[in-house]
């Protein structure tokens, strides 16, 4: 049974310049979440798919956009990057089981450096 | 605001001794708990969890406690192992109906001394 896969694992970028990450779900999984960790700092909330929509959304820019595909992988896209955008992101994948949303797992997330 | 925290920055033990690690949430609305393990370099791994209907739930060598009238949660770590070693965050679900999103605390790194 694969887990949440990741890719790329690392990533260099220069200001300015936009990324691109993706991400498969656990098998039998129909939502991802996307988070930002910073070096030292749990995990930010960036926003969630499901159904090939963004149903919820944290407190960051518009800078940073995603997509749902039907077969339920997902990419976060980030536009104009700045250096504090270098940090490890996340993917979680989880069920929305009986109407409501079941236990998150994680990716090994993609490493960002923002030079 | 919503937030969760931890009280302990780090922690360390001996091998073998028991482990317990505390965290501090602040939204009485939510429901539903969390404790991931996170080892460096990976992603972090789930552990337990808890829904506000429960005071304790166990699995194998973890057992988590959750005190709503204080709005604390807990995780103990029986005979601790050097594969133990990683940073602990507990996470609290915010549901607005069937959606949610994790609030991650900063974390708790646990050091097993052998």
């Known amino acids: 049974d694969a887990g949440v896969t990741q890719s790329p694992t690392h990533l260099i970028k220069t200001r300015g310049q936009q990324v691109t990450l993706r991400c498969s779900p656990k098998s039998g999984h129909d939502t991802v979440s996307w988070y930002q960790q910073a070096l030292g700092q749990g995990p930010q909330f960036i926003f969630q798919y499901y159904e090939e929509e963004e149903r919820q959304r944290g407190n960051f820019p518009d800078r940073f956009s995603g997509h749902q595909f039907p077969n339920y992988s997902s990419e976060l896209n980030v536009n104009a990057l700045l250096l504090g955008d270098s940090a490890l992101y996340l993917c979680a994948s989880s069920l929305v089981g009986r109407g409501r949303e079941e236990t998150q797992y994680f990716g090994p997330g993609t490493r960002l450096l923002v030079l | ?114």
């Open chain 2, 1 to 114: 605001g919503e937030s969760v925290g931890l009280h302990l920055p780090t922690l360390s033990v001996q091998e073998g001794d028991n482990s317990i690690i505390n965290c501090a949430y602040s939204n009485s609305a939510s429901d539903y708990f969390i404790w991931y393990k996170q080892e460096s370099g990976k992603g972090p791994q789930f552990i337990i969890d808890i829904r506000s209907n429960m005071d304790k739930r166990q699995g194998q060598r973890v057992t988590v406690l959750l005190n709503k009238t204080v709005k604390h949660l807990s995780l103990q770590i029986a005979a601790t192992q050097p594969g133990d070693s990683a940073v602990y965050f507990c996470a609290e679900n915010s549901y607005r109906g069937s959606q949610g999103n994790l609030i991650f605390g900063k974390g708790t790194k646990l050091s097993v001394k052998p």
